[in-house]
């Protein structure tokens, strides 16, 4: 993977932090030691009670799981599903061994900092980086954990669309995504709650921070690989059908088995572990704001009531599925034909408006006149409620502005295809470009809208209760995005599930199998239908691509409206640290402030680039290798090669692991470059604004490029969609011009854009802990020094996501 020579100066930086760490330090308490408030017994009970909960929420999930399981399906099916699932295994397997190589580059750095810095007992220390752990597996194993229960339902799916039961197709699928989006939120709220509960109070705070800088970690290697993984196979399999004329699933094809491993890496791993991380890093910042910068007074009724809001939005996660589940079946369950899409809008909506509801009810119990006790929060409660509430309507809103750009049924998607009609590829690709750029605006307006309403509310917030109130509210808003996270969650997992249904349904040959009919009718009941199957597939696959869509814009806008909150953090830790207001330094008028812009977008185009071509490199050697072993001979078998395809699978591994080391190093290395390049060396205090610009341009340009990339990809995908299904003309002209735009917006909606969530909170988070080494006393004058270090190590990864991942040159 790296050559002796890169890993050497990689260990001697690392070595370089390791020999400060062991020398002597002076006693320093930095901001990031965060000590938590104390709970009173009442409000310790209710917490507790929460844990009940959530384990009553993991019990759902696995009911939901063995749900999906005991349905039946053909052993062909069966089979081609296990073998999916075990070169998942293998892939996630290799991503587990390199998750343990990157997490030393952390521990080193929050070792560093906690042990030396803060002159923290060694025994601290390592309960910190046993957070930090837990993080990354708490990202890992709900990885783990989606792509087995996915890969049980694709093969579920595919059989139900025999029975001519639409609604059945669509609940298993949606039954797989509520495991996965209610046991993600619950392991995650339980591992937060026993933080706030059991945790000496001294180390509860550095804990949040380590235990979310590992989920960070987790999830951001997770993401990157799994979209650089799962475009290199589906950009191979799908040229194949330019090249040779199959058909997309065609089993001769290598590329196919790679394909569906692909799905459930870009599509479920990545996915999952995003959620996991984007869930708790979200409550982590909200957290390190209520205890920087409200009222001590006031601090554990506020934290009380975060945590309550969540454990109450995953019953009404739950209620809303079960209530929608009824009305689907009252409209839907004796219907040949349906919009697949208009039961999970109804899902996200119904449970919007519930959570909602159970929003403000809460906050009157626990914040109002309901609580039995008279604070200055009483008459706030409703304020406090309806700026949690902006951020849950958010989340039902933007799903239904990113379908105005990505539905099937969209005026966009049909524009691509007429435009496709006429102009080929070239048309294709500028009119999806288009329904991006004006999606990233649209989008934009309504986060305008959204946070604008929350500065409103929160100006009714008293300076006595907390400073910068606005900041706080902007917090709330991603938490509220997130209050109904196992929805959201369920409804993007249903993607991958859809997605691998339709290429199992013919990777089984089960149409070819000897008096399949009667087999089917004695065996399972009922007289299969083929054609209207694969119609189903087809179908529920353009939804599944619609609300994996949906999914994207409110995951990213998390990070973003959360950043802003964690930033805050750092400023405050900048003021209380250096003894500045940071009026005087955040300022245009500052240098340093247009530098730290700057910076922010080159890195954020430079990442876009080089998970890019991680993906084009990848897909000329799958391509490659497909096109000299695929055997389309009349009398070359017609079933699946097990050897080739895991050929692919290596390759598709090799890049996957390649590209997003080159990438993660690269992001980790600016963090820290930048941050002691900010440091106040020699009094000065202006430098510190080029870091705090360099994490706001990160967020803001990240936003804007990832809606960009993530709906014209959308686009694309959907209106080949359109042009196989309901126009049915494979095979043409057209459908070439379709499958050529697709395969540009892969990467665009899978790989670069997905992945800018997970960095940007990595970097915000992991930032934070840089700057505070930055600006420490003790290490501050000798800041530079190592800024240039880790700025000569990050131009380096730069150089090499290009010039080592470049397309060979011919023999």
């Avoid at 009173?40 to 929460?50: A, D, E, K, P, V």
């Avoid at 990113?402 to 049909?414: E, G, L, Q």
């Avoid at 000798?782 to 290009?802: D, E, M, N």
């Amino acid at each position: 993977m790296l050559d002796n020579k890169v890993a050497r100066a990689i260990l001697s930086s690392i070595f370089g932090l390791a020999v400060l760490l062991v020398a002597p330090a002076t006693a320093y308490a930095g901001e990031a030691n965060l000590v938590l408030p104390q709970l009173s017994q009442s409000q310790h009970t209710l917490l507790f009670i929460g844990i009940g909960v959530c384990i009553l929420g993991m019990l759902f999930g696995f009911y939901q799981f063995k749900k999906v399981q005991k349905l039946q399906a053909h052993q062909t099916m069966l089979d081609v599903a296990n073998t999916i699932y075990e070169t998942c295994k293998t892939y996630l397997i290799q991503q587990g061994k390199l998750l343990i190589i990157l997490f030393a580059f952390i521990g080193v750095c929050i070792a560093f900092y906690f042990g030396f810095l803060q002159n923290m007992p060694i025994g601290g220390v390592l309960f910190i980086l046993m957070w930090t752990v837990i993080g990354i597996l708490g990202s890992y194993s709900v990885a783990w954990y989606g792509i087995r229960m996915n890969t049980l339902a694709n093969s579920r799916v595919a059989f139900s669309s025999l029975e001519r039961k639409p609604l059945k197709v669509l609940n298993t699928a949606l039954d797989a995504g509520m495991s996965i989006g209610v046991l993600l939120v619950c392991v995650e709220l339980v591992m937060m709650l026993i933080i706030l509960l059991f945790v000496p109070r001294e180390l509860a705070g550095a804990s949040f921070i380590g235990f979310a800088i590992g989920e960070s970690l987790g999830a951001s290697a997770l993401r990157i690989a799994g979209g650089i993984f799962t475009k290199i196979a589906d950009i191979g399999a799908d040229l194949m059908k330019i090249v040779f004329g199959i058909e997309e699933d065609d089993p001769r094809n290598p590329g196919v088995i790679a394909d569906c491993t692909g799905d459930n890496a870009g599509d479920s791993i990545g996915p999952t572990a995003d959620g996991f991380e984007t869930y708790g890093v979200t409550g982590v910042a909200l957290v390190t704001f209520i205890v920087l910068a409200v009222a001590p007074e006031l601090q554990t009724i506020l934290l009380t009531w975060i945590f309550v809001i969540r454990i109450l939005m995953v019953i009404t996660s739950i209620v809303s599925f079960y209530i929608n589940h009824a009305v689907s079946q009252s409209r839907f369950g004796s219907a040949d034909k349906f919009d697949f899409e208009a039961p999970l809008t109804s899902l996200v909506w119904l449970t919007s408006l519930i959570s909602i509801a159970v929003t403000f009810l809460a906050s009157y119990y626990i914040l109002g006149p309901g609580s039995g006790q008279v604070t200055v929060l009483t008459d706030l409660w409703a304020i406090m409620a309806l700026i949690i509430s902006l951020g849950t309507l958010a989340a039902a809103v933007i799903p239904e502005v990113t379908k105005i750009f990505t539905s099937p049924n969209s005026t966009h998607v049909a524009e691509v295809v007429k435009a496709s009609r006429e102009g080929g590829p070239s048309l294709n690709i500028l009119s999806g470009m288009v329904a991006g750029n004006f999606s990233a605006f649209w989008i934009g307006l309504v986060f305008v809208g959204i946070m604008f309403g929350a500065y409103v509310a929160s100006m009714s917030i008293p300076v006595a209760i907390m400073s910068y109130a606005s900041i706080f509210a902007f917090g709330l808003v991603a938490f509220g995005m997130l209050g109904m996270g196992p929805v959201t969650i369920a409804v993007d997992s249903y993607g991958p599930v859809t997605d691998n249904a339709q290429s199992i349904y013919e990777l089984s040959l089960i149409e070819a199998v000897p008096n399949i009919e009667k087999d089917i009718e004695k065996n399972f009941g009922f007289k299969p239908d083929f054609e209207m199957s694969k119609y189903y597939l087809e179908a529920n696959d353009g939804a599944g691509n619609t609300f994996k869509a949906t999914a994207k814009p409110v995951l990213i806008g998390t990070a973003v409206v959360g950043a802003t909150t964690m930033i805050f953090s750092l400023i405050l830790v900048i003021q209380n640290v250096l003894e500045v207001d940071p009026a005087t330094i955040l300022t245009m008028l500052n240098p340093y402030t247009i530098l730290g812009f700057l910076c922010g977008g080159a890195v954020i185009y430079w990442f876009t680039g080089a998970s890019t071509q991680a993906v084009t490199t990848g897909a000329y050697r799958a391509v490659e290798y497909i096109k000299r072993n695929i055997n389309l001979e009349e009398d070359a078998d017609v079933k699946a090669n097990t050897e080739k395809s895991k050929e692919v699978v290596k390759i598709c591994t090799q890049y996957a692991q390649s590209g997003m080391f080159n990438i993660f190093i690269g992001i980790f290395s600016f963090a820290l470059a930048l941050a002691c390049l900010s440091a106040p060396s020699g009094g000065a205090t202006a430098p510190v604004a080029f870091f705090v610009a360099y994490l706001i341009s990160i967020a803001v340009i990240g936003l804007f490029q990832a809606v960009f990339m993530a709906n014209a990809g959308g686009c694309w995908d959907n209106a080949k969609k359109v042009v196989e299904v309901d126009l049915q003309e494979k095979g043409t002209a057209l459908h070439e011009a379709s499958v050529v735009g697709d395969t540009v917006g892969d990467p665009f909606k899978d790989t670069s854009s997905v992945a800018l969530n997970p960095i940007i909170k990595f970097t915000t988070l992991f930032g934070l802990l840089a700057m505070e080494i930055a600006i420490s006393e003790t290490f501050r004058d000798v800041a530079p020094v190592f800024g240039v270090i880790f700025l000569a190590i990050a131009v380096y990864f730069v150089w090499r996501s290009f010039y080592k991942m470049r397309i060979p040159d011919a023999e």
